[in-house]
């Protein structure tokens, strides 16, 4: 099971796809990292409730993230460009050779 952070980071991708009740879900429980029982309570609907909807908006996100590999083309190239912050010239130029190629993933 992957991490909150990691779900919060896919939200800053594909939130817009849910449906408005699970951004608001996952707004309170990933951003503002509240419990089941204080999204109930804030919502009036069962911690059940919250709970199903958080674990289908997982898989949701998941679904997404297999068939756009936007969070994973992200991280790549923040990685080359972290690498690119302390490299030569030439280095560099390798560097943006390969983002280029993330672009084409």
Known sequence: MQSK???NDLLD???KLLTEKQQEICHF???DDLSLQEI???LNISR???HDTIKRCRDELDSY???LHHYQGYTKRMMLYEK???SNLEEIQEFIDQCIETEND
């Open 5 to 7: 952070l990691y779900y």
């Open 84 to 86: 690119m912050r302390s």
């Open 65 to 67: 993230e297999e068939k």
């Open 48 to 50: 059940a409730a919250v």
């Open 13 to 15: 991708f594909y939130e």
């Open 40 to 42: 109930s309570e804030i």
């Open 29 to 31: 429980y990933y951003r």
